[in-house]
């Protein structure tokens, strides 16, 4: 990462990094189990430079680790199975976590890093539990628990800070203990050939440890159901009209509720944010695409946020002046030199 020289405030110093990594994996069975097991080991390196007082000075960061992961699955009876994961993890801090130090124009916030930051490490337990009933209905349900020491996030500072361009929010990149638990629930439903319902589910509960609070900027419930139509791979109708064989399309509705678990302040009441979380919302998205004939144009038209809904998403950091996107209609067309057969 090489800034021309300017005389405009970088958001990210000069820096080089480097990366080097081993891994080695095994898999056995035993009876009813598959065992996996595994071993890594990562170097990283950065390297920055920057001009304190018009002299140029060079910090220089090192970070060594091996991770470990060690799975089983099970198979409890025909279409019922559970598998099991024990994984430790790490992760190096992030250049923009440890360098940035100004405004971030493409968010219109301030961001600053921390140079001495240490990497993040994790211990995660992994349950999921698999059923299926040949190809017309199945079901996943995931269970997990991340307890990561040194995590890294972004924190809101008041107040704003003022810059030659205005009052902009302020962000500083900290770190804390935390323990991310949740649970992922899928399901489909196919009661005809080429015909799929499903639905999904996505729950996370993220805690500061060492402030017993909730971790800001983490995704708030979601829920969504739908209907996928795809036309069998070799159809049996007798037809002669490829464009229409290959038709397919869905439509599917997310609702995501109104981010609860959020941190406040000493009076338990008010939100440490810029602005409370927003209110749930939900979305419909439709889609269709097929083949032409001849097998070379493939087209897809799709018609998200159907609804036109108005709505703030909290993941989103430009929510503070401005709504999501509305009604968005899109069509892509792609073109295969060589006949293409959809699976």
């Known amino acids: 990462n090489v800034n021309n020289q300017s005389s405009a405030r970088i958001l990210v110093r000069n820096y080089e990094t480097s990366n080097l990594g081993g891994f080695s994996i095994l898999k056995m069975k035993s009876g009813g189990f598959t065992n996996e097991a595994g071993i ?45 994961n024990l994984a430790s993890g790490w992760r ?11 405004l971030h124009q493409g968010l219109a916030a301030v961001e600053i890093g921390n140079p001495e930051f240490e990497a993040e490490k994790s211990l995660n ?22 307890r990561v020491s040194n995590f890294i996030f972004l924190q809101h500072v008041q107040p704003h800070q003022l810059t030659i361009n205005g009052y902009y929010p302020r962000f500083e990149y900290r770190q804390t203990d935390a323990n991310l638990s949740g649970f992922d629930f899928l399901m489909t439903l196919s009661p005809v050939n080429s015909l799929e319902f499903f639905g999904k589910a996505n729950l ?27 036309p069998p791979r070799h159809p049996t109708d007798g037809s002669h009209r490829p464009y229409l064989r290959s038709l397919s399309g869905g439509a599917e509705a997310l609702h995501v ?14 939100s440490l944010d810029y602005a409370p979380a927003p209110s749930a919302y939900t979305l419909v998205r439709i889609y269709a695409g097929g083949m032409g004939r001849g097998g070379h144009l493939q ?35 792609q073109y295969h030199l060589h006949r293409h057969h959809p699976a």
């Not at 190096?92 to 940035?100: D, G, V, W």
């Not at 337990?125 to 991340?146: C, G, K, M, P, R």
């Not at 981010?259 to 000493?266: A, F, I, M, N, Y």
């Open 40 to 84: 890594r080991f990562d170097h990283k390196s950065f390297e920055s430079f920057y001009r304190n007082n018009g002299i140029l000075e060079m910090h220089q960061r090192r970070f060594n680790n091996f991770s470990a992961t060690l799975g089983t699955h099970y198979e409890l009876f025909k279409g019922l199975g559970i598998t099991m």
């Open 92 to 102: 190096p801090p992030a250049p923009n976590e440890l360098y940035a130090n100004g």
């Open 125 to 146: 337990l992994n349950i999921e539990l698999t059923y299926s009933v040949d190809s017309t209905f199945s079901l996943e349900l995931t269970a997990y628990n991340n």
């Open 204 to 230: 996370l509960y993220a805690k500061n440890i060492i402030e017993d609070d909730w971790l800001i900027w983490m995704p708030a419930d979601r829920w969504s159901v739908g209907i996928h139509h795809a």
């Open 257 to 270: 509720t109104r981010q609860s678990r959020v941190p406040l302040g000493s009076d338990n009441n008010t």
């Open 299 to 333: 087209w897809m038209l799709s018609v998200d946020n159907l609804l036109n809904t108005r709505y703030r998403d909290y993941m989103y950091r430009l929510r503070y002046f401005s709504y999501e996107q509305g009604l968005n209609l899109s069509l892509r067309l």
